[in-house]
């Protein structure tokens, strides 16, 4: 069973960094594609960046490519998000998330894909 814990958000001002890590007690993480995704207030929750279960592939969002980082450590069953020169639009509730079943495996990249998501963490960046 997967049970996702994210930790790392938090108040940053402008062009500062935060580094979210996402956590699995369940311990199976290091077999599924993972995910972050974010929700603003008042907007729909939207794709922000993926990495294969082996970590050989992610995708990233337009608006955070170049300033935000993807990876895992599978031996710690933890998925991280470096992300930096952050910005006012980047303030959201950010999710961590992971698919099961076929294709698993693959980094996911819509809400309809993800059969696991964690309780989300609030990032808040200030001007």
Same mark, same amino acid.
């Given at each position: 069973?997967?049970?996702?814990?994210?930790?790392?958000?938090?108040?940053?001002?402008?062009?500062?960094?935060?580094?979210?890590?996402?956590?699995?007690?369940?311990?199976?993480?290091?077999?599924?594609?993972?995910?972050?995704?974010?929700?603003?207030?008042?907007?729909?929750?939207?794709?922000?960046?993926?990495?294969?279960?082996?970590?050989?592939?992610?995708?990233? *969002?337009? @608006?955070?490519? !170049? &300033?935000?980082?993807?990876? =895992?450590?599978?031996?710690?069953?933890?998925?991280?998000? $470096?992300?930096?020169?952050?910005?006012?639009?980047?303030?959201?509730?950010?999710?961590?998330? *992971?698919? @099961?079943?076929? !294709? &698993?495996?693959?980094?996911? =990249?819509?809400?309809?894909?993800?059969?696991?998501?964690? $309780?989300?963490?609030?990032?808040?960046?200030?001007?």
């Amino acid at each position: 069973q997967v049970q996702l814990v994210e930790s790392g958000g938090g108040l940053v001002q402008a062009g500062g960094s935060l580094r979210l890590s996402c956590a699995d007690s369940g311990r199976t993480l290091s077999t599924y594609g993972t995910g972050w995704f974010r929700q603003a207030p008042g907007k729909e929750r939207v794709f922000v960046a993926s990495i294969s279960w082996s970590g050989g592939s992610s995708y990233y *969002a337009d @608006s955070v490519k !170049g &300033r935000f980082t993807i990876s =895992r450590d599978n031996a710690k069953n933890t998925v991280y998000l $470096q992300m930096n020169s952050l910005k006012p639009e980047d303030t959201a509730v950010y999710y961590c998330a *992971a698919r @099961s079943g076929i !294709g &698993r495996y693959a980094p996911p =990249r819509r809400s309809d894909e993800i059969d696991y998501w964690g $309780q989300g963490t609030q990032v808040t960046v200030s001007s």
